[in-house]
């Protein structure tokens, strides 16, 4: 049994090739390396450079490497950017999938994990989202990311497709000091960029109806959420139900102010952050429970705040930049 990991040569990708590895499970990576690097594809897993839109490829890649599930983690992931480009958005992520949805339908592949995101349901009402929460996407991101999970359940009815989508917020952290985020919009790259760089970070908004008036969060080690991934596909494997979906969030959040006092503590360099307005429509607090993906996907929360950001600025170090 082997399972296809696209978008394997990411940072969220390559954590979950490695644990995949780790379980003693065979893994092959696709990936198009426009975001990922291939160093990051661990020894032990094939490699294959090739577009999620490219469906040739990805029968072939399952023709070769005797493929039996995917981990689907391919995908443009900035939700910001998507505003500006929802077409190529769309393309990526919602093309993207029905090419590999219909790759898989014509091998006759029938299970798939789908890293999903919170982003589907955009700014609930609620300052804690379930399973059940609203769907209201508020980004071609996040409309992309609902429209996949919508494929997965429309596959299942039609050809009986077993399939889970996990979503979640913000990940940090590293599981291996050889990967680092190298986003160029997620908060703990930003953070780092700016203290290399002699800047202040800066905080939008300090005056929310919060304990240090900066806004909640969750914030998941990217190594925990990898670990849920290949849970996933091990349910998968022995024919064990799931749901449709799972959140692999925290409970309880931490705020921007907290992260930016352990981003200083542990990289040793002092700093008061800049406080600037808020973002619009930008909410007090959003977190997600988890209690159903640690029901049934071993998910919890095994690192501390420090843990994060240390392992985040260790990564960030040895990757060089």
């Known amino acids: ?18 644990s995949l590895l780790d379980a003693g499970l065979r893994a092959v990576v ?13 020894r032990g897993a094939p490699f294959v450079q090739a577009s999620i839109l490219d469906g040739a490829r990805i029968v072939d890649t399952i023709d070769e490497h005797e493929v039996t599930g995917v981990i689907h983690v391919a995908g443009f992931k900035y939700a910001g950017v998507s505003v500006q480009r929802p077409l190529h958005t769309y393309e990526q992520n919602v093309t993207g999938t029905a090419i590999l949805l219909a790759a898989m339908s014509d091998r006759k592949v029938d299970r798939i994990v789908f890293s999903s995101s919170a982003a589907v349901y955009g700014t609930p009402d609620v300052d804690t989202v379930t399973e059940d929460t609203a769907k209201n996407p508020q980004s071609p991101y996040g409309e992309s990311k609902l429209i996949g999970e919508w494929l997965l ?19 940090v952290g590293s599981g291996d000091e050889s990967i680092s985020d190298t986003s160029p919009h997620n908060l703990f790259p930003l953070v780092f960029d700016a203290l290399v760089a002699g800047r202040t970070p800066r905080i939008n908004g300090n005056d929310y109806p919060t304990p240090d008036g900066t806004n909640v969060r969750d914030y998941i080690h990217v190594a925990d959420l990898a670990v849920s991934h290949v849970a996933a596909a091990r349910r998968l494997d022995a024919g064990e139900p799931l749901e449709p979906a799972y959140n692999l969030g925290s409970g309880d959040g931490v705020s921007v102010g907290e992260i930016m006092a352990t981003v200083a503590q542990v990289t040793g360099i002092d700093f008061v952050p ?42 960030r170090r040895a990757y060089g930049r």
């Open 30 to 42: 696709l990936d198009d390396l426009s975001t990922g690097h291939k160093s990051f594809v661990p």
């Open 274 to 315: 800049e406080i600037g307005p808020r973002r619009p429509g930008d909410p007090a607090r959003i977190v997600a429970a988890g209690d159903l993906a640690a029901r049934d996907l071993d998910w919890k929360m095994r690192h501390s705040l420090t843990e994060m950001v240390s392992s985040a600025w260790a990564a």
């Open 153 to 171: 359940r429309d596959q299942a009815v039609a050809e009986g497709l077993r399939h889970t989508s996990l979503r979640y917020f913000n990940v």
């Open 1 to 18: 049994m082997t399972w296809l990991v696209t978008g394997g040569a990411g940072y969220i990708g390559a954590h979950v090739v490695r």
